[in-house]
């Protein structure tokens, strides 16, 4: 799932997927990209699978996806945080 490399500021190289064969868009949002605000576009594969690379600095990043405008959980992550809307947010732990 996760995919790790450093670079010289500590950061580190995370892989996110979804596997969403038939949406338009997915776009991923959490503390790391101040939610809505710089959402990051993933790409889709032939197979139906969405990805993106997105260095992130040590520490717990929340986040979602968003698959056609409407927020989904990870499947794929086990570790969640209830958020203040009701539902529940993902959360990547990065290790320096």
Partial sequence: MARKTSNDKGNTTQV???TAPAAQSVQLVGDFTHW???PINLRKEGSGVWRATVE????????RFLVDGQWRDDPECTLRVANPYGSQDSV???SA
């Fill in 16 to 18: 996110f997927s979804i």
């Fill in 92 to 94: 990547r732990k990065v």
């Fill in 56 to 63: 992130l600095e040590p520490g717990e990043h929340r986040y």
């Fill in 36 to 38: 809505q605000e710089r």
